[in-house]
């Protein structure tokens, strides 16, 4: 069972036709469920019936494993002589996602990691030298700011450090830095913050370096009017990908995914490694998991075709298109890299983004139980922020020590 639009779904399909040429005692039923799926998850497991195995989003996959309801994977996995092997996976944060008290209930898709799209045609135009895929070279936030503010101008003109500007008629924004938790989570660690502290597993957002970098993303609307605010995007009824494309937006944030259609627009595409708050810059790794059910009737072929969605063949198709970026160490390589990386589809110089920014300066925000109850009072929390309602330290200072607790009761099941 998993999720995924059309190119997903043939990728899926493709792996099964492949799956099922190397051997003859397995057949595999793809559930594809592209909407509501967790809610349909979680009700088949509720009926007794969840599926041999699934798509297991990292949000809820350490409640699953809490609640003992996934597939130990440990032993085949340790003894299989290409998954197991020390080298095979980008070490050690396939370990540290995967992995609970020592033992694999799991394996990452792959990875993903939110960076910058930028309108290429649109820096030249201003000349302007745009930002590097290099995370040696990443933009320091304050020139960030600086660039998204030169780029930002109304209908007459005029930017926002302009007396004449017009915030109510922008014609070309600088950024747009969304408002949720994968790029904001970048933006912390960026800042050399956290969304989670691993030691205690609870929250740290109401810590300063998480504050600086939560209010930093929010003043860009607020405060240098740079980036669209949500009602401003509504009203133009327009995708990033479209802003991007028309010229109503130079810069974007978001995830390494969205290269699969944003390589497509007319514009120049080019990419980025993110700005960083403190010294360096930082990211978010993040990917769902292919698990099996504990509850299978049929756990040797569940771990066949869980394994078998780890292999190059699986992966590669979706590195192929833009979707994926590798977790495994091979395609990283030099030869590796040519088995994937496509031209057309990766702008010059991406090779940067997954063997440098990624591995060098990715951090995996680990989910734990009671993530989702938690959610339920930082979103509101957060969206105060997002509008000016609250500052970040008022908005987090309120919030994270109630949320903290729902954590601490997870914990206990």
Not at 161 to 172: K, Q, Y
Not at 173 to 188: E, F
Not at 242 to 271: F, R, Y
Request: proline share 7%; with cysteine; hydrophobic share 40%.
């Amino acid at each position: 069972m998993g999720w995924g639009a059309t190119e997903e779904d043939e990728g899926v399909k493709s792996a099964i036709a492949q799956f099922e040429s190397e051997q003859e005692t397995v057949k595999v039923t793809w559930l594809h469920t592209p909407e509501n799926y967790l809610e349909k998850l979680l009700t088949d497991i509720a009926a007794g019936t969840p599926p041999d195995t699934a798509f297991v989003g990292s949000d809820i996959y350490r409640t699953f494993i809490r609640d003992g309801l996934l597939l130990d994977i440990t032993d085949p996995l340790t003894a299989d002589p290409l998954l197991g092997a020390e080298s095979y996976f980008i070490e050690p944060q396939e370990r540290d996602r995967c992995s609970q008290d020592g033992k694999w209930y799991g394996i990452g898709s792959c990875w993903v990691a939110p960076h910058i799209y930028y309108n290429a045609d649109i820096f030249a135009e201003e000349g302007i030298e745009p930002p590097s895929n290099d995370p040696e070279q990443a933009w320091s936030w304050d020139r960030f700011v600086e660039v998204a503010i030169a780029l930002t101008r109304d209908v007459n003109g005029n930017h926002p450090t302009d007396s004449s500007f017009d915030p109510d008629n922008i014609d070309r924004y600088g950024v747009d830095w969304p408002h949720w938790t994968i790029p904001l989570h970048s933006a912390i660690v960026g800042n050399n913050g956290y969304w989670i502290d691993s030691s205690t597993g609870l929250l740290a957002l109401d810590q300063p370096a998480a504050i600086e970098a939560l209010q930093n993303v929010a003043d860009l609307v607020l405060k240098h009017r740079v980036n669209p605010a949500g009602t401003a995007m509504e009203a133009l009824g327009m995708s990033n990908t479209q802003m991007l494309e028309t010229g109503k937006l130079a810069m974007a944030v978001d995830g390494s995914w969205a290269l699969s259609w944003m390589h497509k627009i007319k514009p120049t595409l080019g990419t980025a490694a993110l700005p960083g708050m403190s010294a360096k810059t930082g990211t978010d790794m993040q990917a769902h998991l292919h698990s099996g059910f504990a509850s299978t009737k049929h756990p040797e072929e569940a771990w066949q075709w869980v394994r078998f969605l780890s292999t190059p063949f699986y992966q590669t198709q979706f590195c192929k298109i833009g979707l994926w970026l590798p977790s495994q160490t091979d395609l990283m390589t030099e030869q590796g890299l040519t088995n994937w990386i496509t031209e057309g589809v990766h702008p010059d110089g991406y090779v940067d983004i997954p063997t440098r920014f990624l591995t060098g300066y990715g951090r995996v925000l680990y989910q734990p139980p009671g993530w989702a109850e938690a959610n339920q009072i930082l979103t509101p929390a957060l969206d105060k922020i997002w509008v000016g309602d609250a500052t970040a330290e008022q908005a987090m200072a309120e919030a994270v020590p109630n949320a903290n607790k729902i954590l601490q009761d997870a914990v206990q099941g």
